[in-house]
């Protein structure tokens, strides 16, 4: 069974700084997809991120970037030079990519962000 | 543009009733999902549906059902609503394959009085 551990339920930063916010997982499958969401007070789920297991480079979006570290099982955010609007609810999720295997996302409960003017 | 479109936004209704939520995805994805949001407890999946005729129960399928008739549309039904059911309710699509993500609809509140 996959299982996502995300230890810090809120986080707080100063605006332009970079925060890390922690993702730690749990999983069987040889091959597998980590995500990043954002949920803004306005409820909407917004894909952020994705590293897969076999990728060679962490990912990087804009000011997101993922620190993959595959032999300590985390896949942490950061987010650098904080704005404002970066204040939301960020969940981790994890895909199995065995052959056949589900499709399905499984979270974690999600870190609360926020960035301080 | 394509889009995931849930209804209603927002629903309260009585406990034993019966309630049907709408998905409807104009992405062509293949897969849908079904999941929770609870406070402390993140999303959890209730059901989900990788094509038509096909259905599956998630983590938290008790008291839930799902049918796929068609590619767009995955509607949930609470066969008969309890309190413990009131949460808000997010519907997703993705089109399979590895790196996919899930796209969301805008979520659902329901509240079971």
């Not at chain 2, 992405?27 to 059901?47: A, E, K, S, T, V």
Request: glycine letters at 10%; aromatic letters at 10%; proline letters at 3%.
């Amino acid at each position: 069974a996959q299982k996502i551990t995300q230890t810090q339920p809120g986080m707080f930063v100063q605006e332009k700084e970079a925060v890390t916010l922690d993702c730690t997982y749990d999983t069987s499958d040889p091959s597998y997809g980590l995500f990043w969401y954002k949920q803004p007070s306005s409820g909407e789920m917004i894909f952020l991120i994705y590293q897969g297991s076999y990728d060679q480079q962490n990912a990087t979006e804009g000011r997101y970037s993922l620190n993959f570290q595959k032999a300590r099982k985390s896949a942490n955010l950061v987010i650098s030079a904080s704005q404002l609007g970066d204040s939301a609810m960020y969940f981790c999720a994890m895909r199995g990519l065995t052959q056949g295997g589900s499709e399905k996302l499984v979270f974690g409960k999600g870190t609360k962000l926020t960035v301080n003017p | 543009d394509a889009e995931i479109t849930q209804s209603p936004r927002h629903k309260i209704t009585e406990t034993g009733r019966q309630v049907t939520l709408a998905c409807h995805q104009t992405w062509n994805h293949n897969n849908m999902f079904w999941y929770r949001q609870d406070l402390g407890h993140g999303l959890r999946l209730i059901h989900y549906s990788y094509g038509v005729q096909d259905t599956n129960k998630g983590e938290v399928s008790d008291g839930y059902s799902v049918s796929r008739s068609n590619t767009e549309d995955l509607p949930l039904t609470l066969e008969s609503a309890a309190s413990s059911q009131t949460s808000v309710y997010f519907c997703a699509s993705s089109p399979g394959g590895a790196r996919g993500p899930l796209h969301f609809g805008n979520g659902t509140r329901l509240t079971v009085t």
